[in-house]
């Protein structure tokens, strides 16, 4: 906070979150949404290409938790395996619905416990964040 990056590198910089870069690195047009599974749960959308990181983790879900808390770390080791991954095809039909997403990506690293994806989602890939990196120097400050 306050911290002058530009002046001590000496060279231009922009900060972006790991979701919204890995966002960035799988847009292929329309309406994306981005999720990402991991420790947490990682979400950005991108619509017509003007990219939006969104806190979708920390909203209510049911029973006092959170999305985070169902999809996130927390909710595979509560849940299981096979419970989480209900969890996950539900929560993910509901939110690209409300948000009227053309498609879901959904990354992070436990996004391979998967075994199969929800309609109109896509696997994405930790490397797609080099090419969001990439991508975001493209994008007006």
Avoid at 19 to 33: E, N, P, W
Avoid at 41 to 68: F, Q, T
Wanted: proline residues 4%.
């Amino acid at each position: 906070m306050g911290f002058n990056f530009r002046h001590a590198f000496g060279r231009p910089i922009k900060i972006i979150n790991d979701a919204a870069m890995q966002a960035l690195g799988s847009y292929q047009g329309g309406r994306m949404l981005f999720l990402g599974l991991g420790t947490g749960l990682g979400a950005a959308m991108i619509v017509e290409g003007v990219l939006e990181p969104m806190e979708l983790a920390h909203l209510a879900y049911k029973k006092g938790k959170s999305y985070e808390d169902y999809l996130g770390l927390r909710g595979l080791k509560r849940l299981g395996k096979k419970k989480w991954r209900r969890y996950v095809a539900k929560i993910v039909k509901a939110l690209k619905d409300a948000l009227e997403a053309d498609y879901v990506v959904i990354g992070g690293g436990n996004s391979k416990k998967l075994k199969k994806l929800p309609p109109g989602a896509r696997l994405g890939d930790n490397t797609n964040a080099f090419r969001g990196g990439l991508r975001m120097w493209k994008q007006p400050p």
